[in-house]
Each structure stands twice: as structure tokens, then as C-alpha cells.
T-cell receptor
Framework: AQTVTQSQPEMSVQEAETVTLSCTYD???????LFWYKQPPSRQMILVIR??????QNATENRFSVNFQKAAKSFSLKISDSQLGDAAMYFC????????????FGKGTKLSVIP | GAVVSQHPSRVICKSGTSVKIECRSL??????MFWYRQFPKQSLMLMAT?????????EQGVEKDKFLINHASLTLSTLTVTSAHPEDSSFYIC?????????????FGQGTRLTVV
């Protein structure tokens, strides 16, 4: 079974600064997907960024980028130019390559943005 | 992106009664939907996989007789919490995959806050 670990229960960042959220995972598979989801106070889950394991290039979506280290099974999220609206719970998630679309989530990191 | 609507967003019920939560895919057909449960300040835990036209697949430790799942159409899955007790109070979230979405992406409903008193 796959496991996802987020070792930072809470993080804070000054507005306009950069913050990195950590995620490690354990799997015996060679192909899979990794995701970062944002859950604001509304509780709606919002996809931030995805990474296919076969791709060596790190995914980037505007101010959000990942550092994917497949050998180390590490998948960190970097948020640049942090904004007040970035404050939320961030969940790292794993999905197998084939079959079901069910996700395995980490415990989450609560990000606070300081004005 | 595809839209998944969950209803109700909040519900309070008395202990011993049953509550039904609906998950609808509004602009796509979803052969598979997923039901997650989220305890306060904790992660989402998969409860079951809902398959249109067939029985749901439950995760280990989830009581299928307590959490009834019906996926009767390609746009609707329902989760019924039967004989609810205070320990069933939680946040329930559904998700579905849109066939037209990029590979790997699932869309989530807004969630339902269930409080059993």
C-alpha cells in the first residue's frame, strides 16, 4: 500500500515571500501521479498542481512549482510571491497510474500567510 | 473544469435517524465516484468507490451496512448514513473523474458537514 507523509503540520509565510511545503511518499510502483490540493476554509478541494512520475521535468503552474525527486520519493511544493488567498490546508496526494482514480492523501499542512 | 455538486452542504440529524448525501456530476458522466471522510484537522480517508450500475467497493474497516452507497445513474451517487450516531459526525466529500479531464485529475464536491446530535 502507498503512504503519503507531510511532516509539517503548520507553516507560515510572509506575504510576497516564498514557502516550500514538504511531501514524501512510499510506493513500489514505477508509474504514478502526484498532486497537491488546496483546501481553503470553504472546504472545497482545489487542484493546485499535478506531476506524472514518468516526467523528469518539474511541473509549474504560475506561482506554484514542485520539486519532484523520484529516487528520493519526494514531492515538495513551492509557492512564490505568496498571497493572502494562498492561506489554506495543503494536501499532497498519490494516485496509481492505472485503474481506479482514488487518491491517497497526506495529513496536510496548514499554511498561514502573514500580511 | 468539470463541476461536481454535493448536497446538502450541512445537515444536523438526531441520533438513530438516517441521512442521505447526494453527489452529482453536473456537466459530465461519471462511471466512478469516490466518497471520502475527513475528521477535524485530519486528512481525507477513502471510504468507498461508487460504481454506476454495480455494488460499491468499500475500504477496509468501513461498514457497508451503515454507509449505503447507490450509484444509480451516470451523474448521481448517494451516500446514506443509516442509524446515525454522534461518532458519525464528520465532513464527507465526494469526487468523480471526468472522462474529458486530463489524465489523473478528479473533481471534488463541496463537501457535507454532518452533525449527529
Amino acid at each position: 500500500a502507498q503512504t503519503v507523509t507531510q511532516s509539517q503540520p503548520e507553516m507560515s509565510v510572509q506575504e510576497a515571500e516564498t514557502v516550500t511545503l514538504s511531501c514524501t511518499y512510499d510506493t513500489s510502483e514505477s508509474d504514478y501521479y502526484l498532486f497537491w490540493y488546496k483546501q481553503p476554509p470553504s472546504r472545497q478541494m482545489i487542484l493546485v498542481i499535478r506531476q506524472e512520475a514518468y516526467k523528469q521535468q518539474n511541473a509549474t503552474e504560475n506561482r506554484f512549482s514542485v520539486n519532484f525527486q523520484k529516487a528520493a520519493k519526494s514531492f515538495s511544493l513551492k509557492i512564490s510571491d505568496s498571497q493572502l488567498g494562498d492561506a489554506a490546508m495543503y494536501f499532497c496526494a498519490y494516485r496509481t497510474w492505472a485503474g481506479s482514480y482514488q487518491l491517497t492523501f497526506g495529513k496536510g499542512t496548514k499554511l498561514s500567510v502573514i500580511p | 473544469g468539470a463541476v461536481v455538486s454535493q448536497h446538502p452542504s450541512r445537515v444536523i440529524c438526531k441520533s438513530g435517524t438516517s441521512v442521505k448525501i447526494e453527489c452529482r456530476s453536473l456537466d459530465f458522466q461519471a462511471t466512478t465516484m469516490f466518497w471520502y471522510r475527513q475528521f477535524p484537522k485530519q486528512s481525507l480517508m477513502l471510504m468507498a468507490t461508487s460504481n454506476e450500475g454495480s455494488k460499491a467497493t468499500y475500504e477496509q474497516g468501513v461498514e457497508k451496512d451503515k454507509f449505503l452507497i447507490n450509484h444509480a445513474s451516470l451523474t448521481l451517487s448517494t451516500l446514506t448514513v443509516t442509524s446515525a450516531h454522534p461518532e458519525d459526525s464528520s465532513f464527507y466529500i465526494c469526487s468523480a473523474r471526468s472522462p474529458g479531464a486530463e489524465v489523473g485529475e478528479a473533481f471534488f464536491g463541496q463537501g457535507t458537514r454532518l452533525t449527529v446530535v
